[in-house]
């Protein structure tokens, strides 16, 4: 399935719209990983452990997006948009929602 945050596919018109799909992911953080960003934080540098938590949050995101997608007929998405989020009573959960088109190409 080819995935675009463009609206178009340069040399594949659209052939028919299927409507919008989402994915959304909400994954906490745990104690460990808040302590080494917090020292990370405190001392600069970057947060590898939360790093690895947003991108399997957003491939989940994304895989989920394909799969309502596919499940239309689509084998495309356009125009995806996607937005990161802190939820949750501390903000200890992190949420990953992705939209886009899905489209016959």
Known sequence: MILSTTPTIEGRPVLEYKGIVTG??????????DF??????????RSGNYE?????AKETSLKEMQQRASELGANAIVGIDIDYETVGGSNSMLM??????????
């Open 96 to 105: 990953v929602a992705t939209s886009g088109t899905a489209v016959v190409i």
């Open 36 to 45: 080494t960003a917090g020292l990370r934080d405190f001392f600069g540098g």
């Open 52 to 56: 690895k938590v947003l991108q399997q």
């Open 24 to 33: 959304e992911t909400i994954i906490g953080a745990n104690v460990w990983k």
